[in-house]
């Protein structure tokens, strides 16, 4: 390339920029959208995992099978695609937030059951001794310990899920990876594009592990004495 002609290139990525952007603030509002649905519908299928009624265990463990062993692009076509064949046809990023969130349900609710199993079982016999409730035992006691030990873990599938979001550019939903296609099919300088929507993808993803950090060590009380 002439140096004319890479000038001529560089001045094009401002455009770029500003086009993937978008696709960015999108892919962080998926990322955001999509958590929040996994750690609560994650929740409750852990609590469904531990009930004592034998048809919501049975319920949980079906949804732990089925959300757990099929990929979740499959998944999102199914929402996207397979609803509207039914004549529920769901506007693309509800259905790819709807498709991450119960998928990430599936690995949350065996963090939050792992981390529930984790806490000392002598803690909640000590509350039962003085008669407490199984409810209040776990809001006051169990959960605020079962969510710190959960962190580095929920840290961890929130980075590997603003990752994943690129797989919604093939239900059309307008984020990071949709948009740098589009600009490639527009100009086909996949080069330029594709090296651009790989670094703000980088920057998102350093930018939230620093925050999962922080966030770790503000609920570790060794942390913070250190």
Known sequence: MTGAGFLSAVADWPRFLGVLSEGAIATVGLTIASSLAAFIFGGLIALMREARFPPLRWFALAFLEVFRNVPVLTQLFILYFGLSRLGI????????????????????????????????????????????????????????????????????????????????????????????????????????????????????????????QRTEKHFDPLARAA
């Open 89 to 212: 046809q769901l506007p693309a990023t509800v259905a790819v937030t709807l498709g991450f969130g119960l998928n990430g349900a599936a690995v949350c609710s065996e963090i939050f059951r792992g981390s529930i199993a984790a806490v000392d079982r002598g803690q909640r016999e000590a509350a039962q001794a003085i008669g407490m409730s199984n409810g209040l035992i776990m809001l006051s006691i169990i959960a605020p310990q079962a969510i710190r030990i959960a962190l580095p873990a929920l840290g961890n599938f929130c980075i590997g899920l603003l990752k994943h979001t690129s797989l919604a550019s093939a239900a059309a939903a307008p984020e990071l990876a949709y948009r740098a296609k589009l600009l490639v099919s527009e100009t086909f300088r996949s080069t330029e594009i594709y090296f651009l929507a790989a670094l703000i993808y980088f920057l998102l993803s350093l930018a939230l592990a620093r925050l999962v």
